[in-house]
């Protein structure tokens, strides 16, 4: 998907690994945008349109984790494109903000970086899946993984972990890596922010970088 010249929304998408309050400074940004008198699409991966949420629940819950992270990468592929079809892409025409919990940088970092898929391949279903759209601002909010996951769990309260979640703690440590990768690769767009501060500082943090880049 290709964004005309003229497209007034803006596109900011959230990242990092589990417990780093994604999902918290997501929907505290939307807010405030909502406050700022712009019209704002709050979204999430996977899922975000109704095709993609079915293929949230085959991928949180580990039915696909048989066939391998080629597998898993695909569907997530699938699960995105239907969600800028029928949600992210229209929201830009209109000119709205879009702010989404994770986005292709998940899968990069997941099943890419630390599950082995070629980085050729994942480009390779960008380009397939996206049309060159990207985020014009990705928070990748950093945090310790053994700090993240102890977050996800008191989160969860003696609920099960979800697919990624359970996984160990290594492997937590490289999606970390991961992202402060793909953060120093793309400076122009990822902004790291130190997840480990209070919730509110992480806030101030994020609405300040998005009043310097994109002056809503």
């Keep these: 998907m290709q964004r005309a010249a003229a497209d007034l929304g803006r596109f900011i998408t959230f990242e990092g690994g589990e417990g780093a309050g994604k999902s918290t400074q997501a929907g505290i940004l939307a807010n405030r945008l909502t ?8 979204t999430r991966e996977p899922g975000g349109s109704p095709a993609a949420e079915e293929i949230r629940e085959a991928l949180l819950f580990g039915r696909v984790r048989q066939l391998g992270p080629l597998a898993e990468a695909v569907l997530f592929s699938v699960a995105r494109a239907d969600h800028v079809e029928h949600s992210i892409g229209g929201a830009l025409q209109q000119g709205m903000w879009v702010v989404c919990d994770r986005f292709l940088d998940s899968t ?3 099943q890419g970086a630390t599950a082995g898929v070629p980085k050729p391949l994942i480009n390779a279903l960008e380009r397939l899946t996206l049309g060159g759209l990207l985020p014009d601002i990705t928070f990748i909010l950093d945090i310790p993984a053994e700090e993240g996951l102890a977050r996800a769990a008191a989160r969860a309260e003696g609920g099960a972990p979800d697919r990624f979640e359970g996984q160990e703690l290594i492997l937590h440590e490289r999606v970390r890596r991961a992202f402060l990768d793909i953060a120093e690769e793309e400076p122009e767009r990822c902004i790291v922010i130190d997840a480990s501060q209070p919730e509110a500082m992480v806030a101030e943090d994020v609405w300040e970088a998005v009043l310097e880049r994109l002056h809503p």
């Excluded at 406050?35 to 709050?42: D, E, F, I, N, T």
């Design 108 to 110: 990069r970092a997941y």
């Design 35 to 42: 406050r700022a008198g712009r019209k704002v699409l709050a």
